[in-house]
């Protein structure tokens, strides 16, 4: 094992200076902490697991060259055995994902409300590794799937390891972590066929929805286009719960954690997701591996909704319910500080998949609340471990292991790596000093918040968690007139793609009680009607003994009629930074007309692609060589967020002439991207469907003058998608 020094000069711990002229990527202590267990085989000989040098690893060894193949063979033997078990059980949830190293500050103390160090010292800059998943799919499945994303996030603080595992949407489907079983084997591939893959859209899934009010409010969120998100650098961060906060003088505050992303929070367009899961279903990961790699680092900042402990019961609903958001014109969000991914990891399966988050890894100053989710949360994180990673010391991969020392009395198991001295391993002891000793509050040891609570032991849901739709009305209120569009055409997908009529019905009723306007278009789409309310078979998730009145959702009308912070629409648009731009050309391409908007896109932020009938090099009108990236073949548009065809007659004769680029053209129109075209390359504008639609279009920009052209694309790419062309409802391509 080859382990590199760190130096003062910004090479990472691991001595990989790879990246370091795209942005320092300086040690901190966790890289520090990962350098002693990471390995770099440049330069070195070939060895087996015993430090044996090997001599032959392209033959095993037989009786003769055409003979059997020896047991003795002990290289072969090891190799093969390793390979035998690479293999470990997927997450049960969330098993597709990718993670990324980074740092977080905070801007200011947050002392008055809590004790945590790391949210106190705006000096200090904590290590962070962050994992983005679905939650559904496969460790291969696509990136894109219509899906919650989980955002989880672990800080290595001084105190001990912190971990912030949360989604991209605010709520959850249910209230109870028991039924979080029920709900995953409903969503999960049918278990008869394992069919379908990464999807909701299925009868069990909504069969079990239809029959599960709560569920309302994050069925909303679900299938907005919030569950297809652009980049996992465009989402927001929820913690979902609310936690509490403790500070220096035992005072608890409520909190509800958010990460909100300085790009903005952007989606993709349904067809489009369901485009890119074929061309490049790893779309996301690359995304944000890319990023990373170019030094276009991921940013977002915390916020904190605080809720001092006297107005717990202030709200129209429970601050416990985990399927309510504390809308943001009630409790504003404060952002507290930064995170900014600066690392790729070094190896996917040590870091990525070995990292093992766990609600319960928290530190003085935060606590749980007793919202009925996060207490069996607790549960499940370090028991699926034991299964996944193999035993009870998974605390001790290198990914897992905090920037402060462990000691306790814990031992042994399989394999254990730490070497503990001593002859004591209980506590107390006076054989060893009675080592390690408990740590007072004063130094740092935890002590829960001593929440007074007198209750008897009772098996029930809170009345107070019975609102199920008023919320759910709230979301899609707050949308704009293409948010709800998108979100009507998910449900009448998903519901299309349920097999039992009553599964359909039962969503329509249930669709109703959020909206009667948006069950009425799924029903049309349904080709059915609304039923009667189906009260005995509504609400299913009620114990067996129990009168479904008492159990009947509340019908609260929210005081609230709409929230901005809920729609996309309000987002940060005042950047290009990583954006994705084809630019569509063949051989006599003007090179002005091509470089002069290339260069201003790139000095934006933005990234160029030049897509040409083949790869190689293009040769311009001028005789200049152009380097080609990709070929017509190799690109597709939905992989890049606009496109611009730049002058030059032959180039534009070609395109013009070509199904694959007019294709380019056509589906990024449907997709509501923004197009700019030289007036030269105007006859190729001229062979898509949509040339007769640009006058009034703001995001179709033709000119003939670059340097204007460049700086009105800008504009239009910052906007991200131009919704509105979507009228009527659909753009054919
Ligand atoms: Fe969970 C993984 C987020 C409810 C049980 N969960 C997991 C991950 C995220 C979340 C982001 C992936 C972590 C990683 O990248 O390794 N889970 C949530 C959120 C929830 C939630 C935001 C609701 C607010 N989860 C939830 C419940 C239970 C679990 C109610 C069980 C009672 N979750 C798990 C798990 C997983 C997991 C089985 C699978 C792999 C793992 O933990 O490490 O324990």
């Known amino acids: 094992m080859a382990t590199k020094k760190v130096t003062d000069k910004g090479v990472d711990a691991t001595g990989d200076t790879k990246n370091l002229d795209k942005g320092v990527q300086p040690a901190n202590l966790k890289t520090e902490n990962l350098a002693p267990h990471t390995a770099d085989a440049t330069g070195e000989l070939m060895t087996t697991n015993t430090g044996l040098k090997i001599n ?22 090891e190799k093969i055995t390793h390979f035998d078990h690479e293999r470990i059980p997927e997450r049960v949830v969330h098993a597709r994902g990718s993670g990324a190293h980074g740092v977080f500050k905070v801007y200011e103390s947050l002392a008055p409300v809590t004790k945590a160090l790391f949210l106190n010292d705006t000096e200090t800059e904590t290590p962070v590794f962050v994992r983005f998943s679905t939650v559904a799919g496969s460790r291969g499945s696509t990136d894109l799937a219509r899906d919650v994303r989980g955002f989880a996030v672990r800080f290595y603080t001084e105190e001990g390891n912190f971990d912030l595992v949360g989604n991209n949407m605010p709520v959850f489907f249910i209230q109870d972590a028991i039924k979080f079983p029920d709900l995953i084997h409903a969503v999960k591939p049918e278990p008869d066929n394992e069919i379908p893959q990464a ?14 009010p709560e569920s309302a409010h994050m069925i909303m969120w679900v299938m907005s286009d919030r569950a297809i998100p652009r980049s996992y650098r465009m989402m927001e961060g929820f913690g979902v719960h609310t936690f509490r906060l403790v500070n220096a003088e035992g005072l608890s505050s409520f909190v509800k954690f958010h990460w909100k992303p300085l790009l903005g929070v952007h989606s993709v367009a349904w067809d489009e997701a369901q485009n890119i899961s074929g061309k490049d279903p790893d779309f996301h990961r690359r995304d944000l591996w890319d990023a990373i790699d170019s030094g276009a680092f991921p940013e977002w900042e915390l916020g904190v909704q605080i809720v001092p402990e006297e107005d717990e019961f202030k709200f129209e609903f429970d601050l416990l319910d985990p399927t309510k958001i504390i809308p943001e014109e009630l409790v504003p969000v404060q952002r507290v500080g930064k995170m900014t991914l600066n690392r790729n990891p070094d190896n996917f399966f040590a870091e990525t998949e070995q990292i093992a988050f766990h609600l319960g890894h928290v530190v003085p100053g935060i606590d749980f609340s007793n919202d009925p989710l996060l207490q069996g949360r607790l549960f499940s994180y370090t028991d699926t471990q034991l299964t996944r990673l193999g035993g009870p010391n998974f605390q001790e991969i290198p990914i897992n292991r905090p920037i402060v020392p462990v000691h306790n009395n814990q031992r042994d198991g399989f394999m254990r790596q730490t070497i503990n001295k001593g002859k004591t391993s209980y506590s107390p002891n006076a054989i060893g000093n009675n080592d390690p000793r408990q740590a007072t509050a004063a130094e740092g040891g935890f002590v829960t918040y001593p929440e007074r609570i007198s209750a008897s032991k009772v098996r029930a849901r809170s009345k107070s968690f019975f609102d199920h739709f008023s919320q759910a009305r709230l979301f899609l209120n707050s949308q704009s007139e293409p948010e ?55 609400n299913q998730n009620i114990p067996a003994d129990a009168d479904p009145a008492d159990y009947a959702s509340l019908q609260v009308e929210g005081s609230l009629a709409k929230s901005d912070a809920l729609s996309m629409v309000n987002t940060v648009k005042d950047s290009i930074q990583t954006r994705k731009v084809a630019i569509l050309a063949a051989d006599g391409v003007d090179e002005n007309s091509l470089n002069t908007v290339k260069a201003a896109i790139e000095a934006a932020g933005g990234i160029t692609e030049v897509i040409a009938p083949r790869l190689g090099f293009l040769t311009s009108a001028n005789d200049e060589k152009i380097h080609v990236d990709e070929s017509l073949l190799g690109a597709a548009s939905v992989l890049f967020d606009a496109v611009y065809v730049p002058g030059g ?18 589906e990024a129109f449907k997709h509501c991207k923004a197009i700019a075209a030289a007036e030269q390359a105007m006859q190729v504008i001229e062979a898509t469907y949509f040339s007769k639609k640009i006058d009034n279009d703001e995001g179709v920009i033709i000119s003939a003058d670059a340097e204007k052209l460049a700086t009105e694309f800008i504009d239009a790419i910052k906007q991200h998608r131009f919704w509105e062309r979507e009228k009527p409802r659909k753009i054919p391509a």
């Open 199 to 212: 999807a909701s859209a299925h009868d069990t899934f909504w069969d079990f929805i239809s029959l599960t």
């Open 649 to 666: 007659l032959n180039s534009v004769a070609t395109l013009e002439a070509d199904a694959d680029a007019v294709h380019f053209l056509n």
């Open 484 to 538: 709800k569009n998108h979100l009507t055409d998910a449900l009448c997908f998903e519901l299309g793609k349920v097999k039992t009529v009553a599964i359909r019905q039962r969503m329509l009723v249930f669709l109703a009680q959020i909206d009667k306007g948006l069950a009425a278009e799924v029903a049309y789409a349904l080709g059915l009607h609304i039923p009667e309310k189906l009260d005995n078979e509504l």
């Open 56 to 77: 032959d690893d392209q033959n095993s060894l037989k009786a003769g060259d055409r003979g059997p193949t020896l047991l003795e063979d002990f290289i072969l033997r």
